[in-house]
């Protein structure tokens, strides 16, 4: 079965720096999605970035990039230039591609950003 | 943009009643979801919904869970005799197939008291 592990709870960073948020997964497919997806307090999860695995390029998405390593089954989100707006839960997920597969979620990381 | 919608955003109801939380999804979607989120925990999925029938569920989907698409445009899941434990964040999501990302609605908060 496929998991998601983040294994990270909670992170800080000063606002204007840049955090990275830890993601691993496990599955035996070749064929599959990740994603980002962020949750404020309004508790509406908004996808931030997601990346197709045959895809050896990492995704970007303005100040949020990923480093996808498929061999170590890691796929880490980086977010530049932190803003306050950025506080959120932050949870990884996984897809496999597949016709109408359900999104796994990680546990999530919670991140605050210091003024 | 077009959107998931769920109504209500916040519903709370007496133990062994019946709920009915409703979703529409992105018109042209034709994959349908319902996760949960018990506070402070993970996202977790309930079911998924293709062609009027159910595609999988997870053990949490059992006999007291239904899903139905009366209509054509709304999406329903119905919680037949609640119970304290199903207090959670409900989201409704829909897609366009397995090759692109699912997108969430707002969610529907349950208290059951």
């Known amino acids: 079965a496929q998991t998601v592990t983040q294994s990270q709870p909670e992170m800080s960073v000063q606002e204007a720096e840049t955090v990275t948020l830890s993601c691993t997964y496990d599955t035996s497919e070749s064929d599959y999605y990740l994603f980002w997806y962020k949750q404020p307090p309004s508790r509406q999860m908004i996808l931030v970035i997601r990346?197709?695995?045959?895809?050896?390029q990492n995704a970007t998405e303005n100040r949020f990039s990923v480093n996808f390593q498929k061999a170590a089954k890691s796929f880490s989100l980086k977010i530049s230039d932190s803003q306050l707006g950025d506080a959120a839960m932050y949870f990884c997920?996984?897809?496999?591609?597949?016709?109408?597969?359900?999104?796994?979620f990680g546990k999530g990381t919670r991140l605050h950003i210091l003024p | 943009e077009p959107e998931v919608t769920q109504t209500p955003s916040h519903q709370v109801t007496q133990m062994g009643q019946e709920v009915i939380l409703r979703c529409v999804p992105i018109?042209?979607?034709?994959?349908f979801y319902w996760y949960r989120q018990i506070l402070g925990q993970k996202v977790e999925f309930l079911v998924s919904f293709y062609n009027n029938e159910i595609s999988e569920k997870s053990e949490i989907f059992d006999d007291q869970f239904s899903v139905e698409r009366p209509d054509g445009s709304n999406f329903t899941l119905k919680i037949r005799s609640t119970k304290l434990e199903d207090s959670a964040m409900y989201f409704c999501?829909?897609?366009?197939?397995?090759?692109?990302?699912?997108?969430f609605g707002q969610g529907t908060r349950l208290t059951v008291v």
């Open positions: 990346q197709e695995a045959y895809k050896q």
């Open positions: 999501a829909s897609s366009l197939g397995g090759y692109t990302e699912a997108f």
């Open positions: 018109s042209n979607h034709l994959y």
């Open positions: 997920a996984y897809r496999r591609q597949d016709r109408d597969d359900k999104i796994i």
